[in-house]
């Protein structure tokens, strides 16, 4: 388990989240221009970032690591647009919005951008009429679309920005028909599609404040002698214990190259097991008594991950002081 990409002090127990990806009146004329390069509406803006607004107030309620989560509406928080992602909002907004509001900090959507890209193409075909076919061109319509939300939360008891952050996906549509407008059918879905990825987009952004897992990889020794080629069998059928127990037995071979080896594989058997502090003491003893050179750099993985540990166990202690 790694820990959170973004650790929210223990005081903050209550969020507000606010909309300020809407472009301001000095700036709608410029904003208007960008939609219009970029094949979009203003319908289609403001329904994903509805929609991304709505994913990542569901998923912070879900999660409980807030007693309260406050979705508001109708506030005039404008910024430049035109898929800019704004300089960050003066505290005192900050400080009046979650005073109002009674809330700890501030989640904010400061940018909801679509840019879709289109791609038409025409060819020779032939239509099957049953007794006969005809020549005809059939016409192919691709677009892809890529949605880009920006995201800040603000901490007004101590004017930080605890976090600032921009996801992006991409969405592909493709439509076929004998003529343009058949074709065209197949973007019908589109705005759909954008709402889904929106949503999503948002459920992304809420997981930044929760610890996630990642897989990772261990490779362990396995010739020297015939003990190793039976612990080895046992490995991979999954009996680590019956394995360890011979590596055990090897540790104390009077083979220096096998004792190593034997106390670099208990190292794993030990980090399997939980057991951080007797890995790192296993790992040392390949490296410093036998010269086991893999043994180190083992050692200092085993020490960033309890680091890693300890603090995901500050941040648990800081999610449960609430």
Known sequence: MEPAPVSIPSNIKTVAVVNRSEASKESQTIDAIHKVLSLETNDLQKTGAQASMQGLTDELMKNNRFTEV???KGMELKTFGAGIFPSALAWDSVEKICRESNTDALFSLE??????KLNYAASPTQVNL??????AIQHQVNMTTFVKTGW????????????EYILGR????SGAGINPVAAAAGLAGRKEAVKDVSNKAG????SRILPYWIRVSRDYFVSGDENFKTAQRKAQSGNWDGAAAIWQEETRNPNGNLAGRACYNMAIIDEINGDLDGAIQWAQK????YNNKLALHYLNILRNRKRQNELLKNQ???????
Request: aromatic share 10%.
């Open 70 to 72: 406050k979705p508001l």
């Open 111 to 116: 940018l909801f951008d679509t840019e879709s």
């Open 130 to 135: 049953g007794v006969a076919s005809l020549p």
């Open 152 to 163: 800040r939360i603000y901490d007004p008891a101590s004017r930080t920005i605890l976090d």
């Open 170 to 173: 991409d969405i592909s549509y």
């Open 203 to 206: 459920e992304a952004y809420a």
């Open 286 to 289: 390949s490296y410093e008594n």
């Open 316 to 322: 648990t202690v800081a999610s449960n002081d609430r």
